[in-house]
């Protein structure tokens, strides 16, 4: 068995789970989700737990049971308490403001640029803090990533996006000729 996959499922108060063949539905007060099984995994719910289960042995099949088993539970989890990415602001002048579905950036380039934020997602901006969070951990990961791409943090300046509680090690510049 699968380390991973064989670990139930709790299922939190005020989260509804439907399970139809391949395809599971999940709701709960934060949102709701769907993951579709691949071939040979099932899930069972067994009062307020799910249990997810694998045809036989083969090499493939215990590959996605501890995948197919992490994927639902990170949708039970996303409905019922969701995610969220902390990134920071560094750079003198570099600003982000929200204005309706888009957030808008001004990070030291000729131009400001205009992010949209997609459906299902919530961005708050504090100061120099960007909070991203949603209930499909996937797609905020994603989001998180593509802002962060906007402005890479520099290694030689220290100035960009990066996320909340990532380190960078000053790198020196050129040394120079010393004559």
Partial sequence: MSRIGKLPIQIASGVKVTIDGPAIAVSGPK???SQTLP???TAEIDGQQ???RR???SKAQRALHGLSRSLLANAVHGVS???FKKLEIHG???VAELKGKSVNFKLG???PIAYPVPEGIEVKVDRNVLTVSGCDRQQVGQVAAEIRDLRRPDVYKLKGIRYAGEELRKKAGKAGAAK
Avoid: K
Wanted: charged share 15%; proline share 0%; hydrophobic share 30%.
């Fill in 55 to 57: 045809r036989n042995d």
């Fill in 39 to 41: 071939g040979g995994i």
């Fill in 92 to 94: 003198v002048g570099y």
């Fill in 109 to 111: 380039y000729s131009h």
């Fill in 31 to 33: 949102g709701q989700l």
């Fill in 81 to 83: 308490q969701g995610f």
């Fill in 50 to 52: 799910i249990e997810v």
